[in-house]
Nanobody, 120 residues
Framework: QVELVESGGGSVQAGGSLRLSCEAR????????MGWYRQAPGNQRELVAI???????TYGNFVKGRFTISRANAKVMVTLEMNSLTPEDTAVYYC??????????????WGRGTQVTVSS
């Protein structure tokens, strides 16, 4: 089994920055995509940022240049740098990984989520 281990998050004032990291631990044979989604109370889960195996980056429309996702070379890991945070960014952030296992079966994994709270 593959486990997504999330770190980072927490509380920050508006205008501040936070970093989220997510590492996949387990038998990842192939990497399709990995990134972050978020869900605020009463809202649907939405894409924050994702990187695919071709090195293409996709960001949610609300990001507007404030966030940057990067992929590590030696590990199956992504980091999300979030700047100029606003209270509207308050949500639980979930790591997502689209991998192929040694069995050649493709699986979609989710982390447990990490809380990001931005105060005004």
């Amino acid at each position: 089994q593959v486990e997504l281990v999330e770190s980072g998050g927490g509380s920050v004032q508006a205008g501040g920055s936070l970093r989220l990291s997510c590492e996949a631990r387990g038998p990842v044979f192939g990497f399709n995509a990995m990134g972050w989604y978020r869900q605020a109370p009463g809202n649907q889960r939405e894409l924050v940022a994702i990187v695919d195996s071709g090195g293409h980056y996709t960001y949610g429309n609300f990001v507007k240049g404030r966030f940057t996702i990067s992929r590590a070379n030696a590990k199956v890991m992504v980091t999300l740098e979030m700047n100029s945070l606003t209270p509207e960014d308050t949500a639980v952030y979930y790591c997502n990984g689209d991998f192929v296992l040694p069995s050649k079966i493709r699986y979609d994994y989710w982390g447990r989520g990490t809380q990001v709270t931005v105060s005004s």
